[in-house]
């Protein structure tokens, strides 16, 4: 199956120059509550008439961001906004141009390239960055800390989790959502002999980054394996977790079972939420936490408040990713430059950690610090959508996807996962056997590495 994937991979800046020769403030437990005084409360000593970020689109919290970093500073804020999939090469291509860039972001499979590529300035040494790394969850510090540099703030973080529909179930006369993937199949078949569901179990499986691989990432680790080991071997030959896994993904789209919606392959998060919200489904998973703030949002979704989460069978261990902002080595002024970052991705001049906080409340998002994960803007901006307890259980048993899936570190992961997405679809469509995807995907590993 061709597919048109809708990234682009990085360029660095000698690829790209020679290819051209309501942000509310809550109060909260744990550190979150604003504190006046602070190295984040004090004005840089250095002068610039303005300084600019280059960013992906998301509502208007950049406006609103810059405004208020204008109002409290005196420094207006440009701004360049491009859509997720865009970003990257808009970045590396002002950056190769030897525009100035203060500030930008980026996804944890993004940013290793960045820092090879010399965009990303360390922060070490910089007034409050040993503040913000203690209060770093574990996942996001393996994210914005690479051998040993802090390089980075988060934006939000997210974890993988399991959805059910209600309704459905208790409709199946099902006293609990399954503990077991076998319990899985067995709920599965029921509702579709039932005639309750004709596709029980809505996957994210539409290619991207982090959304088909994910779902293969976050079971095979459920599982008890991975895709690499620590010496940065494959670990997808016969017999392997990820290669078993992948079989008894791919027969839930077979004719066997059948019970696998069509729709998985074109959706990624927010738009299997959508779906999933039209009531056609009793399972959909594994996946982003935060599109529960969709399926059980009155407003978008015919069955709000009747989906659940619930975590993966056996121990329960899931991933998770975190999302950075980071100062650029093209910055105009390093000390402003970092304030600039800490309004995106730490604490502004009241001392409050405002994006991430108005983040939680506004859009379910997570957050990369503890101490705002342990806040109320969690606990009560949280409870309208999803069992927060649950949810906050589960991100502690999370481990960050690097860890399964350690090529993300590797320039040829971006080629890779290309040429995943592909081989994982025509696996699921029933056009090659798992045994043949793995075999591709392992003969790719070498070719990818050349290439780069």
């Known amino acids: 199956m061709a597919n048109k994937l809708i990234y682009r991979r990085e360029l660095s800046r000698r690829h790209v120059i020679g290819a051209a020769a309501s942000l509310g403030i809550v109060g909260t437990a744990g550190g979150a509550l604003g504190q006046q005084t602070g190295p984040w409360s004090e004005a840089p000593k250095g002068k610039v008439d303005r300084l600019n970020f280059v960013v992906w689109t998301y509502g208007d919290i950049y406006t609103r961001i810059a405004k208020q970093f204008e109002a409290d500073w005196g420094v207006p804020v440009d701004s360049t906004i491009s859509s997720f999939n865009d970003h990257p090469t808009k970045l590396t291509t002002m950056y190769a141009a030897g525009e100035k860039i203060d500030v930008s972001q980026s996804s944890p499979f993004s940013f290793p390239n960045f820092v090879n590529q010399g965009l990303v300035e360390p922060l070490d040494g910089l007034p409050g960055v040993a503040d913000y790394v203690k209060d770093f969850s574990a996942f996001t510090k393996q994210v914005a800390t690479i051998d040993g540099k802090t390089l980075g703030l988060p934006y939000f973080a997210a974890v993988w989790v399991w959805n059910y529909y209600v309704d459905m179930l208790e409709k199946l006369k099902i006293d609990k959502p399954f503990t077991t993937y076998d319990e899985f199949i067995e709920h599965c078949v029921k509702a579709k002999r039932d005639g309750v ?7 994210v499986a539409g290619v991207g980054l982090e959304q088909l691989p994910g779902t293969w990432y976050q079971m095979t680790w459920n599982r008890g394996g991975t895709f690499f080991d620590k010496q940065g071997n494959h670990m997808l030959g016969p017999g392997s977790i990820a290669r078993e896994t992948l079989k008894w993904w791919a027969n839930t789209f077979e004719k066997g079972l059948d019970i696998a919606d069509p729709e998985s392959l074109k959706v990624q998060f927010t738009t299997s939420a959508k779906a999933f919200g039209a009531g056609k489904n009793l399972y959909r998973g594994p996946n982003h936490h935060y599109g529960l703030n969709v399926v059980n949002d009155p407003t978008q979704s015919p069955i709000a408040g009747k989906v659940k989460v619930l975590e993966s069978p056996g121990d329960g261990r899931t991933i998770a990713d975190a999302h950075v902002y980071f100062v650029t080595t093209a910055n105009r002024n390093k000390e402003w430059a970092w304030k600039l970052l800490q309004y995106l991705g730490g604490r502004t001049k009241d001392g409050n950690y405002t994006q991430a906080i108005g983040l939680a409340k506004d859009a379910m998002l997570g957050s990369g610090y503890n101490s705002v994960m342990n806040s109320d803007a969690v606990k009560t901006g949280w409870a309208p959508w999803g069992d927060v307890p649950t949810i906050l259980k589960i991100w502690d048993k999370a481990t960050y996807i690097g860890e399964v899936c350690s090529s993300v570190y590797q320039p040829w ?21 798992a045994d043949q995807c793995c075999d591709n995907l392992i003969k790719g590993i070498a070719e990818a590495k050349r290439k780069v």
């Open 197 to 203: 569901s004709r596709y029980p179990v809505l996957w």
């Open 413 to 433: 992961h971006f080629p890779w996962t290309d040429q995943l997405n592909i081989e994982v679809q025509n696996c699921l469509t029933g056009q090659i056997t």
